[in-house]
């Protein structure tokens, strides 16, 4: 798995590319946690790319949005694949995310 960090209009966006589960899962949180230590509250996870998450890959999302909520923070999820967007539904966090089509509607929607 690889994570990519950029910023958009004050947006942190980390684009996941890859699976997302037991042995790739510390990387997202490391990108998380790098962010979030520089000060970032708002976040949009571009899982174009993703193509595979697992529970322990939603947990880490899930911890996200704790530590999020903890600060007034935000986090939208752009452009899940079928598959992923599946995954989101059977687990109920379809419910608990912002999900949008593309990464402009996922930022606009926290700006």
């Given amino acids: 798995m690889k994570v990519h960090s950029s910023e958009e209009h004050g947006v942190t966006i980390l684009s996941l590319e890859g699976r997302l589960e037991t042995n790739t899962a510390e990387i997202y949180d490391t990108a998380f946690?790098?962010?979030?230590?520089n000060g970032a509250t708002k976040y949009v996870l571009d899982c174009g790319s993703l193509t595979y998450i697992s529970s322990i890959g939603l947990r880490s999302i899930l911890?996200?949005?704790?530590?999020?909520?903890?600060?007034d923070g935000d986090l939208a999820i752009a452009a899940p694949a079928p598959m992923i967007m599946e995954i989101f539904e059977i687990s109920g966090f379809?419910?608990?995310?912002?999900i949008h089509p593309d990464r402009t509607a996922a930022v606009a929607a926290l700006v």
């Fill in 33 to 37: 946690e790098a962010a979030h230590a």
């Fill in 63 to 71: 911890q996200s949005l704790k530590r999020l909520s903890a600060c």
């Fill in 94 to 98: 379809k419910s608990l995310l912002s």
